[in-house]
């Protein structure tokens, strides 16, 4: 099936230690994106991938990073600079950068 | 982005028509109206848009005023699965990422 794969579902990690989310696509599309989102409220852009090799800061990039280094795979890596870490992230991606944006499953990360 | 207005909750009985109403007053020539659903602990799910003319697809119809200042999405046949937060949001697209969820409505469909 086509789609987009987070992985994994649920993680949990010590304060202090960095964790990376993988999110892998095979719709081919051009563009990727991270979002979180707290309980109870909308979504929040953390990065977005235009195309391979490039990227660029949403709204709340601190104490995060990416990469993308192949044209299905945009993983966020979530530091311990982030100082509320604790929350659902939701990868997604459109055809180019501003059509139609798909959402994979999301990962709940807990920071204890 | 213009702002939308969604009422917070609705219920729908399994099998019937489920229309789901949203203000969008402020909205530009240029904007797009966006739905999205949401399960408790998915990823958001993407069902319709338009710009001015209704669309349909397998999963919903979007009606859109024709003064564009609100739009109202349409389940023809509501099941138990389709229990959810649905969202409706206006973006012009391009360069325009930040998918502003407001509050959505919670429906549930009842047995």
């Known amino acids: 099936d086509g789609g987009i794969t987070q992985s994994p579902k649920y993680l949990f990690r010590k304060e202090g230690q960095n964790v990376t989310l993988s999110c892998e696509q095979n719709l081919n599309h051009d563009a990727m994106y991270w979002y979180r989102q707290d309980p109870g409220q909308g979504l929040r852009l953390i990065y977005y991938s235009q195309i391979v090799n490039d990227f660029q800061k949403g709204d709340i990039a601190e104490g995060y990073s990416v990469s993308r280094e192949k044209k299905e795979s945009f993983p966020l890596t979530v530091t311990s600079a982030q100082k509320n870490p604790t929350a659902f992230y939701l990868c997604a991606s459109s055809i180019l950068a501003g059509n139609t944006i798909y959402f994979g499953e999301g990962s709940w990360l807990t920071v204890v | 982005d213009a702002k939308t207005t969604q009422p917070p909750s609705m219920d729908c009985a399994e099998g019937r028509a489920a229309n789901l109403p949203c203000n969008h007053s402020?909205?530009?020539?240029?904007?797009?109206v966006y739905w999205y659903r949401q399960i408790h602990s998915q990823g958001p799910q993407y069902i319709i848009h338009g710009l001015k003319n209704n669309e349909t697809n397998e999963m919903a119809s979007l009606i859109i005023t024709e003064d564009r200042k609100s739009s109202t999405l349409i389940l023809p046949h509501a099941t138990l699965r389709d229990t959810a937060v649905y969202y409706c949001?206006?973006?012009?697209?391009?360069?325009?990422?930040?998918?502003?969820f407001g509050a959505g409505t919670t429906v549930t469909v009842r047995a």
């Open positions: 949001i206006v973006r012009v697209g391009s360069n325009d990422y930040k998918l502003s």
């Open positions: 402020t909205i530009s020539g240029n904007e797009y």
